[in-house]
């Protein structure tokens, strides 16, 4: 089954890019990576997902590599808003969904 | 509004009594489960739901039941609850075979069992 490890804990300063890595050795070829945060105990929120290339929106970017082993989600211009815990989730099987424990990004000023 | 909506958002409850966590949704998601997430530790998945009356268990199933009656509805049963059941827990939905395969949340339920 797939898996995902992050670093527990990040700290990036306001105004910086912050840069959250995820590795994820064990996914197959069709399985997605999502990310999500989690504000407090509040439900979790979409970020981005992608397969293989490349994605960006209005939140955010993720870099996978080509190997598909490891991913980087960016968040461009951090703010104090986005102190949060932010899971790279693996999709495997189609239906399941591993979250993993997450990191925790303490943004400054 | 497109929402996930859990009801109770806290409950306190006692070892042996039977309780419902209630989970409804408004986007005619096909997909549904259940997570709970413990301090410390990411959500780990409890059951899910394919559609009405397939159901499949996730990676923690023990202590739980679900029924998929409707589509729009997956209530999580604990018939017996115990103390290591207290938890945060979420529900969500998504839209499978779409290309914004996103998992939607509940706001979550507090469950703390005496």
């Known amino acids: 089954d797939a898996k995902t490890t992050q670093p527990p804990s990040m700290d990036c300063a306001e105004g910086r890019a912050a840069n959250l890595p995820c590795n994820h050795s064990?996914?197959?070829?069709?399985?997605?990576v999502y990310w999500y945060r989690q504000i407090h105990s509040q439900g979790p929120q979409y970020i981005i997902h992608?397969?293989?290339n490349n994605e960006t929106n209005e939140m955010a970017s993720l870099i996978i590599t080509e190997d598909r082993k490891s991913s980087t989600l960016i968040l461009p211009h951090a703010t104090l808003r986005d102190t949060a815990v932010y899971y790279c989730?693996?999709?495997?099987?189609?239906?399941?969904?591993?979250f993993g424990s997450g990191t925790k990004l303490n943004v400054k000023p | 509004e497109a929402q996930v909506t859990q009801n109770p958002r806290y409950l306190i409850t006692v070892t042996g009594k039977k309780l419902t966590v209630t989970c409804s949704q408004n986007?005619?998601?096909?997909?549904m489960s259940w997570y709970r997430q413990d301090p410390g530790l990411g959500l780990r998945q409890i059951y899910y739901?394919?559609?009405?009356?397939?159901?499949d268990k996730g990676d923690v199933p023990e202590g739980y039941k679900v029924s998929r009656k409707e589509k729009r509805n997956f209530p999580l049963i604990l018939e017996s609850p115990s103390p290591n059941q207290t938890s945060l827990y979420f529900c969500?939905?998504?839209?499978?075979?779409?290309?914004?395969?996103?998992?939607?949340f509940g706001s979550g339920t507090q469950l703390s069992v005496l």
């Open positions: 739901s394919m559609n009405v009356e397939v159901t």
């Open positions: 969500a939905s998504r839209d499978p075979g779409t290309q914004n395969e996103k998992l939607f």
């Open positions: 989730i693996a999709r495997y099987n189609f239906n399941k969904f591993y």
């Open positions: 986007m005619n998601h096909e997909y």
């Open positions: 064990t996914i197959s070829g069709n399985e997605y």
């Open positions: 992608g397969l293989k």
